[in-house]
Structures are given as structure tokens and as C-alpha cells.
T-cell receptor, first 117, second 113 residues
Framework: AQSVAQPEDQVNVAEGNPLTVKCTYS??????LFWYVQYPNRGLQFLLK??????LVKGSYGFEAEFNKSQTSFHLKKPSALVSDSALYFC???????????????FGTGTQLKVEL | EAGVVQSPRYKIIEKKQPVAFWCNPI?????LYWYLQNLGQGPELLIR????????DSQLPKDRFSAERLKGVDSTLKIQPAELGDSAVYLC???????????FGPGTRLTVT
């Protein structure tokens, strides 16, 4: 079975400082990995994805994520945080091998990012 | 390009009553998903459609939940009868094809009293 772990319920960062939101995954095959952001009373918005290729993936709003196969991690990063980045962030994984009913996206429990002045 | 549209945004019903949620995916997206999101949790897949075919409904509680996507475009998710534990946000998402990134609607927040 595939799974995702987001070990931090909340991350607090000062504006202008770098931020990291952690994610580790478990799949039997090779992973597709995604980050989504959710603002209050809104649906999830796609930020970035890793399918194959370069381990450093760049996405929307200046976010990037680094795929580390040996550590089975896909941490979300941003060099300089903004107050407007405050939101709930979800990591998700899909096993490339699985088809049909097994071809589903599994989400983590989310990490609340709070960026303060 | 219009995003995924869901209605209603909020619904309050008494237990044992029926309720229905509607979703219109992004134009041209063949794959449609219904998710359940409880407070403080990530979304959990209820059902996935490829065009009009439900290809994964293993997580759908079929005794009370049903869904349809008759013409392979918009979809309806129904609960009958609703229970207190069904209070949650119901999210609809679509993607051009399975495996691609999913685009989510704003969700329907259901409160069962």
C-alpha cells in the first residue's frame, strides 16, 4: 500500500526566511509526487509535481521541491517566505506501477504553514 | 478557462435526510474524482470516473452513497440517508487523464445535525 507522511502539523516561519515543509512517502514502485496548497474555504490548488528527471522541481509561486529517492522524501521549499504563503499544504503520492483501481492519489494529513512578519 | 464548479458550497441537513452534490469539471477533462475531506485530514478518494465509467469506487459506502456521471461530463454525488458522521467537505476534482495533476473545486461543506 502507498502512504505519505507529513511529520509536522504546523510550521512557523518569519517573512523573508527560507521555509521547508517535509514529506516522506512509501510506494512499491516508482512514485509520482505532488504538492497542493489549500487556502481557507477553497479547494486544493496544484503547486508542483515530480514524475521523472531532475530531482529539483520548480512550481508555482516560487515554490520548489527536492526528490530524494534514498530518503524517500519530497520536501517543499521556498527561499523567501511571504505572509501570503500561509496556508495548508498537502503532499500526495501515486504508484506508477498501479493501474485500474490501484491508480489513486494518496494524500498526507497536511501541514499548516504560518508566515509571520 | 473556468475551473471545477461545485454546488452548493454549503449544506445543512438533519440526519436521515437525503442530500446531493453537483460537480462540473474543467472542459475536456475525462477523469473526474469525488473526495471526502474531514477536518484536519487530507482528501480521501470516494470514486473516480473515466468518462462515464466508474473505474474505482472501492471507498464509496454503497449502502448510502451513490454517484453518477451519465454523459461523461458533470457528476452528482448523493447520500441517502445522511448520518452525523457524514459531516465533512466533499471535493470534486478533474484531470485531463489519469495520472496527471488534478484540479479541485471549492468543495461542498456538509453539516448533518
Amino acid at each position: 500500500a502507498q502512504s505519505v507522511a507529513q511529520p509536522e502539523d504546523q510550521v512557523n516561519v518569519a517573512e523573508g526566511n527560507p521555509l521547508t515543509v517535509k514529506c516522506t512517502y512509501s510506494v512499491s514502485g516508482n512514485p509520482y509526487l505532488f504538492w497542493y496548497v489549500q487556502y481557507p474555504n477553497r479547494g486544493l490548488q496544484f503547486l508542483l509535481k515530480y514524475i521523472t528527471g531532475d530531482n529539483l522541481v520548480k512550481g508555482s509561486y516560487g515554490f520548489e521541491a527536492e526528490f530524494n529517492k534514498s530518503q524517500t522524501s519530497f520536501h517543499l521549499k521556498k527561499p523567501s517566505a511571504l505572509v501570503s504563503d500561509s496556508a495548508l499544504y498537502f503532499c500526495a503520492v501515486r504508484d506508477m506501477r498501479l493501474t485500474g483501481g490501484g491508480n489513486k492519489l494518496t494524500f498526507g494529513t497536511g501541514t499548516q504553514l504560518k508566515v509571520e512578519l | 478557462e473556468a475551473g471545477v464548479v461545485q454546488s452548493p458550497r454549503y449544506k445543512i441537513i438533519e440526519k436521515k435526510q437525503p442530500v446531493a452534490f453537483w460537480c462540473n469539471p474543467i472542459s475536456g477533462h475525462n477523469t473526474l474524482y469525488w473526495y471526502l475531506q474531514n477536518l484536519g485530514q487530507g482528501p480521501e478518494l470516494l470514486i473516480r470516473y473515466e468518462n462515464e465509467e466508474a473505474v474505482d469506487d472501492s471507498q464509496l459506502p454503497k449502502d448510502r452513497f451513490s454517484a453518477e456521471r451519465l454523459k461523461g461530463v458533470d457528476s452528482t454525488l448523493k447520500i441517502q440517508p445522511a448520518e452525523l458522521g457524514d459531516s465533512a467537505v466533499y471535493l470534486c476534482a478533474s484531470s485531463p487523464q489519469v495520472g496527471r495533476e488534478q484540479y479541485f473545486g471549492p468543495g461542498t461543506r456538509l453539516t448533518v445535525t
